[in-house]
């Protein structure tokens, strides 16, 4: 088994960014003792330096190996370069005991709130995913933009403006779960055998409705996976456990 989890849209340096929360989650994930832990991206909220420096001293407490990407708030104000400079590279993959191939897609855009993964960037995923297809690994897309609209998010201005080149790209690579963030709302849709999953914030008070801070968890075996959604101050609940088509 294989447990992953994902947090997002941290929002370091907002007026309702909530320290308290975060390190509370953080300190959740820690004692789960998750094989690897994903941040898709609004680590920050202004892109500014000083705010990717709080990121990484909050994200040094966690004590998994760790996958980073970007997202639309990075982005602004330079952040789209303090990201490589303070925390690491905007794209990469982790393999994690040859079981898991996670790579992280930088889909920000300087200054701007719509997202794009790109002509070479997509090339680049299919690379990677032809890889993972290869050596037999359970492979799963990271992002900060959602590839396919979110339900009780109001009218879709900011979905990936490429999003139909790359869902095809990754259908077509037999990607297995594609994880995101950016609106704040927890939810689950199966296409094929694919599992395309957004999480909610993990420590803004920016929440729809009776929502509360969480994040996401996920348990990976031979033939089935479980999704977890973890309110930090309530309660874990089960999204969703499928059983998997074929084993990938």
């Known amino acids: 088994m294989v447990l992953i989890a994902?947090?997002?849209?941290?929002?370091v340096g907002a007026e309702n960014f909530k320290e308290d929360i975060l390190l509370e989650a953080i300190r959740q994930i820690n004692d789960m003792e998750p094989d690897v832990?994903?941040?898709t991206g609004d680590l920050t909220d202004n892109g500014y330096y000083l705010e990717f420096l709080q990121?990484?001293?909050y994200l040094s407490n966690i004590e998994s190996p760790l996958v980073v990407v970007p997202g639309?708030?990075?982005a602004r104000h330079v952040g789209n370069e303090t990201f490589e400079e303070v925390l690491r590279e905007k794209k990469g993959t982790l393999t994690v005991n040859d079981e898991l191939h996670v790579i992280g897609l930088d889909s920000s855009e300087p200054d701007l709130d719509e997202g794009k993964v790109g002509r070479s960037q997509q090339l680049w995923m299919e690379k990677e995913l032809k890889k993972a297809k290869e050596a037999d690994l359970y492979s799963v897309i990271a992002l900060?933009?959602?590839i396919i609209p979110v339900p009780k998010t109001g009218r879709e201005r900011n979905v990936l403006v490429d999003a139909g080149d790359v869902l095809c790209s990754i259908v077509k690579g037999?990607?297995?779960?594609v994880i995101c963030g950016h609106k704040h709302v927890p939810h689950v849709w199966r296409v094929e055998d694919i599992f395309f999953v957004t999480a909610g914030t993990v420590a803004s008070l920016k929440?729809?409705?009776k929502d509360i801070n969480s994040y996401n968890t996920y348990y990976i075996e031979d033939d089935i996976i479980e999704i977890r959604l973890n309110q930090v101050q309530r309660k874990?609940?089960?999204m969703g456990s499928y059983k998997l088509y074929s084993n990938k």
Do not use: E, K, P, T
């Open 6 to 11: 994902h947090i997002s849209d941290l929002h």
């Open 37 to 39: 832990v994903v941040a």
């Open 55 to 57: 990121v990484a001293s």
């Open 72 to 74: 639309n708030h990075d």
């Open 144 to 146: 900060h933009h959602h």
């Open 174 to 177: 037999g990607a297995n779960l």
């Open 207 to 209: 929440l729809r409705g």
């Open 236 to 238: 874990s609940y089960l």
